[in-house]
């Protein structure tokens, strides 16, 4: 859906990108990772054309974005900051029809998608549509920005580090929500973050970013596995990343058949973090999970699993 | 509400004063015994009223029509480098009064209301330059980039995002500039320009200190109503944005 | 984003007023003579004598090195220093000039054509944009054009324009009107120092007083400044019939009383609001510590709040003592005296050359108070 081909970009005398060229594929969601400074906003603005590269270019769906008119394209793309960036002086709703209104809807089309967008990202319509943004929480805010950017529609989102301001649990109540909203339409998600935890939480791909360069581009487990790249290495330690990658492996598939009589007892599609967690918590080293057959995870397996063991 | 009702009945005891202030002899002679003729007559108040009013609201109109486009192209990304023009006429005409700029104004334009006129359209459009200038530039600029990302035109940004935001800013500069021009308007009085400073000349040329405190207490009051008025309309186009600090 | 203090920036933004500097004379004219004080003036060409032509390509020279001197925004301070120089060899042109077109003795009176003072406003603007361009005051320089047009003028350059024969014929009354205007607008920002010093630090800590204090300054603000002084005739003139005494003092109805009492209530509130807000630079944090270490709220006042807020001050200060000059050419009006007498008189005759030697003091009084209140800053705050 999205390509990048020999994306180079300077800023005066920095060189922001350096020959970047990989691809996003239809319906994927794919996140951007990497230290501040490595480029990975820059290319995210190539896409909708607030960066113009010095060289190379951006296919969007086939057609090269440097042909297309830029505010035409801009409101065909869905895109959401970190600091949101709602206008102050209309309301919740007026800020939500911003593209509708652009592209000439008629004014009951755009009440209706209001609802449905502020129902979609679990916003209550009657009681925020028509606040003003000063009066909402920063996940208030956001889920609005969100709205805002998917108002009319677009096949691609393209989010800069939108949740990076917001406290853990408000942040993982968005990603849900992303999460939800990316299974149930199938748009192509381009996101920029520097949270390995969201990168493994969220993408279906990642792609790392490193000094303008594109260090290594695939699927999570892979990027992230023991083999991570440098710069991954430099963001957050081998332990903790052997920890979040946990959350991408199902713990069924680390299971044993037979009963653990006494340990805890792990939903039904948990993750094999899940199963540390609980672990921890009861002092115990193995879990029985939930199920028809009587099936448990001990902890030499998961330790196994993770590749953190041998 | 209230204060707007307020504000109406002042200016009907303003216009009842108005109309009261030449039939008021003995009032006037009490006041000052030692004056012989202590009422001014020479003109209607309204009159000079009127004339007060449409020199220095024609003169806020011209110098808006100047300065708000001016501030605008000082904002743009092309026309930012042409900034410091702006802080340079500023900085200049800080330092010479408006009743110098009148007088300086005298002999190229002759007497009457347009040497007056030529002050007035220049000291109103420092506070509205001003004013559009530091408004547009207060606009938070994550705003902007979502506008930008949004699809907005450079105009719709102006028109829809920009502006909007910037008017509380404009409307206090709106009000400096009111305030600014009816002032230098009464001293126009000296220049020739029909107003409500007329008396306060005629009266200090003739040792006439009854004509004086007529003519000042009109100025004065007008003065205070428009800025009350002024400030009544900010405070209404603010209630919106007043959630937002709530 | 681009910085608009890059290369070039300065040569683009001074490019237009040093062509227009070079044209208006031309389109405008150098200098107007006229037959005698009664007849009108017409513009009049250059004499084409060897020291006009010597101060003609001075001038030419110093426009070229205008935009030029530009080129590096940091240093803009050479573009100013052009600048003065290129209005200086304007006025020696003009000088030149007139003493070449007009017979010394005669009844012909020479004085700068629209050209010229075309030229001469677009120069001070290009000078001040190169003080903005580098975040400076154009006082100092402005007031080096001044004072050079002074000694110009002392060394008998301009002796055949017209205004330099009013000022000499008006020596004694021009000194009297500057030293009336400096009392009158320097008691005047005294008076309000005194008033508004003690109010704002009780303001400090009691909100209602510092409301009241704020509106009633800035309900001043909003009265004309004519009103203000006209409405303070009267008491004042009741107040002296009832006292001889404060009337021997000189506090009459008309006269400089009504003047720096009103001069004074318009200093309030920017004097205000510099005082409150310099008093509240020092954070509420170091405050708090320092009442914790035991100092009196007067040590605070003086040992962190005065030290610390200084530069905001100062600032006010400069902003006040530059209205304070200005205000005081009312003062003539209710016969106060002071520059604004000699504005009058131009205006009451609709003599331009009266109405300037009025002007022109009052300009470089005002640009003198800002660059010695600014040098002053920069010296107690440099980190402003």
Known sequence: ?310 | MRRAAWLGAEILAFLAALWAAPRAERLWSALFPEVSRPTYQQESWFTLLGSHLALSLLAVLIAAALAVPAGILATRRRGRRFRPVLDAVFALAQSLPPVAAVAVALPLLGFGAAPTLLALVLYAALPLLRATASGLEAVPADALEAARGLGLSPFQRLAQVELPLARPVLLSGLRVAVTLSVATTAVGAIAGARCLGTPIISGLANANPAYVLQGALFTAWLALLLDRALGLLAAEGGSRMGELVA | MRDPRNAATGLLVLLPFALGAALAPWLLGWIAVAPNRLLSARIAPLGATGPVAIAWTAYHAALIALPLAAWRPARAWMAEAVGVLAALALLAVVGLGASAAVPPGGLARAAPAAGAWVALLLLFLAISTGAALRGATPALPLLAVLGGAVLLGVSGLLDPLSIMREALGRGEELRQALAEHVILSFSALLLALALSIPLSALSISRHGLEAGFLSVASGLQVIPAIALFGLLIVPLAALGAAFPALREMGLGGVGPAPAVIGITAYLLLPLARGLLAGFRVAPPALVEAALGQGLSPRQILWQLRVPLGAGVVLGALRLAAVQAVGLATLAALVGGGGLGAIVLQGVGQLAADLILLGVLPVLALSLAVDAGIALLSRRLAPEE
Not at chain 1, 263 to 276: F, H, I, K, N, S
């Open chain 1, 1 to 310: 859906m999205i390509r990048f081909e020999g994306i180079s970009h300077r800023y005066g005398s920095v060189q922001a990108l350096r020959e970047v060229s990989f691809g996003v594929p239809q319906g994927s969601l794919c996140v951007l990772l990497g230290e501040s400074g490595s480029g990975k906003s820059t290319l995210l603005r190539t896409v909708n054309r607030l960066v113009e590269p010095s060289a190379g270019r951006v296919l969007l769906g086939g057609r090269d974005v440097a042909g297309t008119d830029p505010q035409a394209l801009r409101r065909g793309i869905g895109y959401v900051i970190q600091s949101v960036g709602l206008f102050p002086h209309r309301s919740v709703g007026e800020n939500i029809a911003t593209v509708p209104r652009l592209l000439g809807w008629d004014a009951r089309r755009i009440a209706l998608r209001v609802e449905e967008l502020l129902e979609m990202v679990g916003l209550d319509p009657g009681t925020y549509r028509d606040r003003l943004p000063g009066t909402l929480s920063g996940g208030q805010a956001q889920r609005v920005g969100l709205a805002r950017a998917l108002a009319a529609n677009p096949p691609v989102l393209l989010m800069d580090e939108p949740f990076s301001a917001l406290d853990p649990g408000t942040r993982r109540g968005l990603q849900a929500a992303l999460r939800r909203i990316h299974a149930g339409s199938g748009k192509t998600i381009l996101m920029v973050t520097h949270d390995v935890e969201e990168a493994l939480a969220l993408a279906d791909r990642i792609a790392v970013m490193d000094d303008g360069r594109l260090a290594v581009e695939g699927p999570p487990l892979e990027v992230l596995g023991r083999h991570a790249p440098a710069t991954v290495r430099r963001m957050v330690r081998a332990e903790v990343l052997a920890f979040h990658r946990l959350a991408a492996l199902r713990a069924a598939d680390s299971a044993l058949p037979g009963p653990a009589p006494g340990a805890p007892v792990l939903p039904e599609g948990a993750t094999l973090r899940d199963a540390l967690l609980l672990m921890l918590g009861h002092g115990a080293d193995r879990v029985a999970l939930m199920g028809e057959a009587p099936r448990h995870v001990t902890l030499a397996a998961l330790l196994a699993a993770s590749g953190s063991g041998g």
